[in-house]
């Protein structure tokens, strides 16, 4: 059970307040569900001064066209006094930003757009009277249209008026029960919520308000919510209580202009969440989590479950089959010489053994992601920026690699151990990145987009490199590289029903990868052996790379042609996201280049290499050392001007678009400063190095086991100690990423074999099974529709 918490509020004797609202049925309504509508409607906590963050859910910020598009042919209904009224106007105000509050206050206020149909109404009712209750019995008469959604909610003016005599409170609780069964008659076809009196800032009121206490509010608010909740003997009320309000009024009263108005902000953020009660369920935004139903389970999730569960049965009859021949097999004694003789020698593990293992440990790690992401089993919460937020993590985690020093093996520049630890240090911080929510601050982001893009750069880098070398351009290779970097996300797509390009990044390498391959295996394959007989075929490869460039330059600048080739099926249903290719545009242009730079890079390195004009010996400097001095100024210098652009980028669509052109400078500085002097080139950290081998797991999986809602939240496995909860969230998150790069290496070496004929039978079912979940989506796809 949850028990919301709450503070006290000042009161006109002390600074601290009277005791607030404590009625134990107000307390049950709020712990007795597990509905995170409730949750929403009951109780949460600010982050910050400003961002309420909900108990148990994420709250979406609804934006003008989103409000419209769920309000659509829409009639809501404000009553009661001059606090609905505000209400009203801050919800109108999602709508319609430009309504001014004027006009005479103690009257009816109309409201509509008329470009989406949607009328809200603000009915003056002060008091729970006769006059409440026939405005409210005109609704339940069968010939006049209801409102889809109504909010009620008075005390003050009763308090104010009888000056908070006891018979007042008397009458109150007699209106309120007359009027108790016509809500709930509505409640049956519309939504219906109760707003309860939100306390008041004593110190404040004027002396014609003096008499409404927070005591006697708390009394009227009790009243209320026994009455309404006893309104149906047999079954739960169907109004709701709208008690949040309360919550964050205890924490802003004290900015009240006179002590009984909310600020301005404080009602826009309860306006919100009246949003979210009505609108998650109609557009199940991804970062509104509250109020949204459990999504539906598709036939692909289905046998996909069918499979991992049969897999798990195969493996514990397989386990069992083989325990039981291992004890049959047990060394027996020798009668004549007491001796202990073997009867067998152990057996490798076979290939059908290690399958099964392999998707048994797969079936139960996707269960896990699964109940995280779209079961509601687990909290999820809005990400909160701070600054401290991200960078005591990241001093920390730049401490710990410094400890953690080994000599590397060799000395060459962008060695592998040195490779793997640029590649887990960036990991580490762009997952600190995502789970503080930095990407609100531009400059951040901006450094973010750098790491990106260097990841980019090494796949030009590496890929060339060993095409250039090894001149293996065989299928295998190719099949390879696609499955390690494409089989977590495909099976991701399958459990997590989300498209392919959800997953952006792996898209992102993928493609990348065939256009090495392509640009350098088609006529003529120019090889390094190859180009150290003439060096024309130097000039060759450049010229082929020139190529590269242009048709880089041809898409990046002709949206139209990039969309329609991947709109073509069936590559768009790999590319697409929300019916377009246009996120797959954005993300290939915004490192368009980088691929090439590393390319480029890999080429000149590898060309100085080879004419021995780099001295990469253990401690050594690169170049000679005035060359090697000069060119550490420049990198330092050229590193800190880029730092200080991206620190100053007033406007992030601006600073994307140099982006492409100059993140180069920084990751080539880089570079040059962690290889030029020759003792950082012979040690590197073993603690980055280790994340930089499951860099790859590491960022896909964040979006369902670390991060929620798609990465939007935040993962809640222990609520109430943020602390707790992200050391044991991380500690399993690590352990799954670092289980799942195991199981791809060895499903790798099973499914992917060197034999050419096997292979091409593997790929062969391998179509077949795209072939075969393609049918199944477009099933899905017409069915939804």
Same mark, same amino acid.
């Given at each position: 059970?949850?028990?919301?918490?709450?503070?006290?509020?000042?009161?006109?004797?002390?600074?601290?307040?009277?005791?607030?609202?404590?009625?134990?049925?107000?307390?049950?309504?709020?712990?007795?569900?597990?509905?995170?509508?409730?949750?929403?409607?009951?109780?949460?906590?600010?982050?910050?001064?400003?961002?309420?963050?909900?108990?148990?859910?994420?709250?979406?910020?609804?934006?003008?066209?989103?409000?419209?598009?769920?309000?659509?042919?829409?009639?809501?209904?404000?009553?009661?006094?001059?606090?609905?009224?505000?209400?009203?106007?801050?919800?109108?105000?999602?709508?319609?930003?430009?309504?001014?509050?004027?006009?005479?206050?103690?009257?009816?206020?109309?409201?509509?757009?008329?470009?989406?149909?949607?009328?809200?109404?603000?009915?003056?009712?002060?008091?729970?009277?006769?006059?409440?209750?026939?405005?409210?019995?005109?609704?339940?008469?069968?010939?006049?249209?209801?409102?889809?959604?109504?909010?009620?909610?008075?005390?003050?003016?009763?308090?104010?008026?009888?000056?908070?005599?006891?018979?007042?409170?008397?009458?109150?609780?007699?209106?309120?029960?007359?009027?108790?069964?016509?809500?709930?008659?509505?409640?049956?076809?519309?939504?219906?919520?109760?707003?309860?009196?939100?306390?008041?800032?004593?110190?404040?009121?004027?002396?014609?308000?003096?008499?409404?206490?927070?005591?006697?509010?708390?009394?009227?608010?009790?009243?209320?919510?026994?009455?309404?909740?006893?309104?149906?003997?047999?079954?739960?009320?169907?109004?709701?209580?709208?008690?949040?309000?309360?919550?964050?009024?205890?924490?802003?009263?004290?900015?009240?202009?006179?002590?009984?108005?909310?600020?301005?902000?404080?009602?826009?953020?309860?306006?919100?969440?009246?949003?979210?009660?009505?609108?998650?369920?109609?557009?199940?935004?991804?970062?509104?989590?509250?109020?949204?139903?459990?999504?539906?389970?598709?036939?692909?999730?289905?046998?996909?479950?069918?499979?991992?569960?049969?897999?798990?049965?195969?493996?514990?009859?397989?386990?069992?089959?083989?325990?039981?021949?291992?004890?049959?097999?047990?060394?027996?004694?020798?009668?004549?010489?007491?001796?202990?003789?073997?009867?067998?020698?152990?057996?490798?593990?076979?290939?059908?053994?290690?399958?099964?293992?392999?998707?048994?440990?797969?079936?139960?790690?996707?269960?896990?992601?699964?109940?995280?992401?779209?079961?509601?089993?687990?909290?999820?919460?809005?990400?909160?920026?701070?600054?401290?937020?991200?960078?005591?993590?990241?001093?920390?985690?730049?401490?710990?690699?410094?400890?953690?020093?080994?000599?590397?093996?060799?000395?060459?520049?962008?060695?592998?151990?040195?490779?793997?630890?640029?590649?887990?240090?960036?990991?580490?911080?762009?997952?600190?990145?995502?789970?503080?929510?930095?990407?609100?601050?531009?400059?951040?982001?901006?450094?973010?987009?750098?790491?990106?893009?260097?990841?980019?750069?090494?796949?030009?880098?590496?890929?060339?490199?060993?095409?250039?070398?090894?001149?293996?351009?065989?299928?295998?290779?190719?099949?390879?590289?696609?499955?390690?970097?494409?089989?977590?996300?495909?099976?991701?797509?399958?459990?997590?029903?989300?498209?392919?390009?959800?997953?952006?990044?792996?898209?992102?390498?993928?493609?990348?990868?065939?256009?090495?391959?392509?640009?350098?295996?088609?006529?003529?394959?120019?090889?390094?052996?190859?180009?150290?007989?003439?060096?024309?075929?130097?000039?060759?490869?450049?010229?082929?790379?020139?190529?590269?460039?242009?048709?880089?330059?041809?898409?990046?600048?002709?949206?139209?042609?990039?969309?329609?080739?991947?709109?073509?099926?069936?590559?768009?249903?790999?590319?697409?996201?929300?019916?377009?290719?246009?996120?797959?545009?954005?993300?290939?242009?915004?490192?368009?280049?980088?691929?090439?730079?590393?390319?480029?890079?890999?080429? +000149?390195? !590898? =060309?100085?290499?080879? %004419?021995? @004009? *780099?001295?990469?010996?253990? #401690?050594? $400097?690169?170049?000679?050392?005035?060359?090697?001095?000069?060119?550490?100024?420049?990198?330092?210098?050229?590193?800190?001007?880029?730092?200080?652009?991206?620190?100053?980028?007033?406007?992030?669509?601006?600073?994307?678009?140099?982006?492409?052109?100059?993140?180069?400078?920084?990751?080539?500085?880089?570079?040059?400063?962690?290889?030029?002097?020759?003792?950082?080139?012979?040690?590197?950290?073993?603690?980055?190095?280790?994340?930089?081998?499951?860099?790859?797991?590491?960022?896909?999986?964040?979006?369902? +086991?670390? !991060? =929620?809602?798609?990465? %939007?939240? @935040? *993962?809640?496995?222990?609520? #109430?100690? $943020?602390?707790?909860?992200?050391?044991?969230?991380?500690?399993?998150?690590?352990?799954?990423?670092?289980?799942?790069?195991?199981?791809?290496?060895?499903?790798?070496?099973?499914?992917?074999?060197?034999?050419?004929?096997?292979?091409?039978?593997?790929?062969?079912?391998?179509?077949?099974?795209?072939?075969?979940?393609?049918?199944?989506?477009?099933?899905?796809?017409?069915?939804?529709?």
């Amino acid at each position: 059970m949850f028990f919301p918490y709450f503070p006290q509020i000042p009161g006109s004797q002390s600074k601290r307040a009277l005791p607030v609202y404590t009625s134990h049925s107000y307390l049950i309504f709020s712990a007795c569900s597990n509905d995170s509508c409730e949750y929403l409607l009951s109780s949460g906590r600010f982050l910050g001064e400003k961002v309420w963050q909900p108990h148990s859910c994420m709250m979406h910020k609804y934006k003008i066209s989103e409000a419209k598009n769920c309000l659509v042919d829409k009639h809501i209904a404000f009553i009661g006094d001059s606090r609905i009224r505000q209400l009203f106007y801050s919800f109108v105000k999602i709508i319609n930003p430009q309504f001014k509050e004027e006009g005479n206050k103690h009257e009816n206020i109309p409201f509509e757009d008329k470009t989406a149909s949607v009328k809200v109404d603000f009915l003056w009712h002060p008091e729970v009277n006769g006059s409440m209750k026939q405005c409210i019995k005109v609704w339940t008469e069968d010939s006049i249209a209801k409102p889809h959604v109504i909010v009620a909610g008075a005390a003050t003016w009763s308090i104010k008026i009888h000056n908070g005599s006891s018979e007042a409170l008397s009458q109150y609780k007699m209106n309120i029960t007359s009027i108790a069964p016509l809500l709930e008659k509505l409640a049956k076809t519309s939504d219906v919520y109760w707003v309860l009196q939100d306390p008041v800032y004593e110190d404040l009121l004027s002396e014609n308000r003096k008499m409404i206490t927070n005591e006697k509010i708390d009394a009227y608010n009790e009243a209320a919510v026994s009455i309404l909740n006893s309104s149906t003997r047999n079954s739960k009320s169907n109004v709701k209580m709208f008690s949040v309000s309360k919550l964050i009024a205890q924490e802003t009263i004290m900015e009240s202009l006179d002590g009984l108005h909310l600020p301005e902000s404080s009602r826009e953020t309860t306006a919100m969440i009246l949003m979210n009660v009505y609108c998650n369920k109609i557009l199940k935004p991804v970062d509104g989590s509250c109020c949204q139903p459990r999504p539906p389970v598709t036939l692909i999730q289905k046998l996909a479950a069918c499979f991992f569960t049969l897999s798990i049965i195969g493996y514990l009859i397989f386990y069992i089959i083989h325990r039981n021949a291992h004890r049959k097999n047990k060394p027996c004694t020798d009668l004549e010489s007491g001796e202990e003789k073997k009867n067998i020698i152990n057996t490798p593990v076979s290939s059908l053994e290690i399958l099964l293992q392999s998707f048994c440990k797969l079936g139960l790690i996707m269960a896990y992601f699964y109940m995280c992401d779209r079961a509601n089993l687990f909290m999820k919460e809005n990400k909160f920026y701070t600054h401290s937020s991200f960078f005591i993590p990241i001093i920390y985690i730049l401490v710990l690699g410094v400890f953690y020093n080994e000599n590397t093996k060799e000395t060459k520049v962008l060695n592998r151990e040195q490779t793997d630890e640029w590649k887990g240090w960036m990991q580490l911080v762009i997952l600190i990145y995502h789970i503080s929510g930095a990407s609100t601050f531009l400059p951040v982001y901006m450094h973010i987009r750098v790491l990106v893009a260097a990841y980019l750069f090494q796949t030009g880098y590496g890929h060339f490199s060993y095409f250039w070398i090894k001149g293996d351009f065989g299928i295998h290779r190719v099949c390879q590289v696609l499955f390690r970097l494409n089989f977590l996300v495909v099976v991701l797509c399958i459990v997590m029903d989300r498209p392919y390009q959800f997953y952006y990044f792996v898209p992102l390498v993928t493609v990348w990868f065939m256009v090495i391959y392509v640009t350098l295996a088609l006529w003529p394959q120019i090889i390094q052996k190859k180009a150290n007989g003439n060096c024309f075929w130097h000039f060759g490869l450049l010229l082929k790379l020139g190529f590269l460039l242009l048709f880089i330059c041809f898409l990046a600048y002709s949206q139209g042609a990039f969309e329609k080739i991947f709109s073509l099926w069936p590559l768009s249903k790999c590319f697409e996201l929300k019916g377009n290719v246009y996120e797959w545009w954005f993300r290939w242009r915004l490192d368009r280049y980088v691929v090439f730079h590393g390319m480029l890079f890999a080429f +000149i390195y !590898l =060309a100085l290499q080879k %004419r021995q @004009i *780099l001295s990469e010996g253990k #401690g050594e $400097p690169l170049f000679s050392n005035k060359i090697s001095n000069f060119l550490l100024f420049i990198s330092v210098v050229s590193f800190l001007t880029y730092s200080i652009w991206a620190s100053s980028c007033k406007n992030k669509a601006e600073c994307n678009e140099l982006h492409p052109s100059v993140s180069v400078v920084q990751i080539l500085a880089f570079i040059l400063i962690r290889n030029i002097p020759g003792y950082a080139r012979s040690v590197y950290s073993s603690f980055f190095a280790w994340f930089g081998k499951i860099s790859l797991e590491l960022f896909i999986c964040q979006y369902h +086991i670390w !991060l =929620a809602a798609d990465t %939007r939240g @935040i *993962l809640v496995l222990i609520p #109430g100690n $943020p602390m707790l909860n992200i050391i044991v969230s991380t500690f399993i998150f690590v352990c799954v990423a670092h289980e799942i790069s195991q199981i791809t290496n060895d499903l790798a070496q099973i499914i992917i074999p060197k034999d050419n004929s096997s292979l091409l039978k593997r790929l062969a079912c391998i179509a077949a099974f795209f072939c075969g979940l393609l049918i199944l989506s477009s099933i899905q796809d017409k069915s939804k529709h």
